[in-house]
């Protein structure tokens, strides 16, 4: 996708076209990509967070993750144009992920968070600030024997995840 050239498309021309290398879709001004749109959303969420604006913060990164479908880039997140991009939207979006449960918990007791913060940790069970959001919204909904088990959980995980690297790394 590239920039139009000065005075190139206009909406009564093309602005899809045919060339050697496959083909070119011409971006207006006020065009709009998703994947801007999520990055502006996050920052501008983590930026109300910062400032004690939780509610503000919460929505703008709801906002930013409801926009998020699929991997980026697809099968070609992998291909060397595309690599160092996907990875970076990927760590984006694990910062939006956290940054939300931060700005909910601020913001609430955090109760109703519990299966999505469990779903979070399920695909990311290492994060550490993800046991602790999960360990604080069982807690603050009155599930304190919960919270100690989820705390069990995390350190037993840890230890066998990071364990074995820290072993793996001294031999």
Same mark, same amino acid.
């Given at each position: 996708?590239?920039?139009?050239?000065?005075?190139?498309?206009?909406?009564?021309?093309?602005?899809?076209? &045919?060339?050697?290398?496959?083909?070119?879709?011409?971006?207006?001004?006020?065009?709009?990509?998703?994947?801007?749109?999520?990055?502006?959303?996050?920052?501008?969420?983590?930026?109300?967070?910062?400032?004690? &604006?939780?509610?503000?913060?919460?929505?703008?990164?709801?906002?930013?993750?409801?926009?998020?479908?699929?991997?980026?880039?697809?099968?070609?997140?992998?291909?060397?144009?595309?690599?160092?991009?996907?990875?970076?939207?990927?760590?984006?979006?694990?910062?939006?992920?956290?940054?939300?449960?931060?700005?909910?918990?601020?913001?609430?007791?955090?109760?109703?968070?519990?299966?999505?913060?469990?779903?979070?940790?399920?695909?990311?069970?290492?994060?550490?600030?993800?046991?602790?959001?999960?360990?604080?919204?069982?807690?603050?909904?009155?599930?304190?024997?919960?919270?100690?088990?989820?705390?069990?959980?995390?350190?037993?995980?840890?230890?066998?995840?990071?364990?074995?690297?820290?072993?793996?790394?001294?031999?």
């Amino acid at each position: 996708i590239l920039p139009a050239p000065a005075g190139a498309a206009s909406p009564t021309n093309s602005r899809l076209a &045919s060339r050697a290398y496959g083909y070119q879709l011409t971006l207006l001004d006020d065009d709009s990509i998703d994947l801007h749109r999520f990055e502006a959303l996050v920052k501008d969420g983590r930026a109300a967070l910062v400032s004690g &604006s939780a509610t503000d913060a919460f929505e703008q990164l709801d906002m930013a993750l409801k926009l998020w479908h699929g991997d980026p880039f697809g099968e070609f997140a992998y291909k060397g144009f595309a690599h160092a991009d996907a990875t970076r939207y990927l760590a984006l979006r694990h910062t939006a992920i956290e940054a939300r449960f931060d700005a909910a918990l601020q913001s609430t007791d955090g109760g109703d968070l519990v299966p999505e913060i469990e779903v979070a940790i399920a695909a990311d069970p290492t994060e550490e600030r993800l046991w602790g959001h999960l360990m604080v919204a069982l807690y603050r909904a009155g599930r304190s024997s919960d919270a100690i088990r989820a705390f069990d959980r995390a350190r037993l995980m840890l230890d066998r995840e990071i364990g074995r690297a820290s072993c793996r790394e001294r031999v």
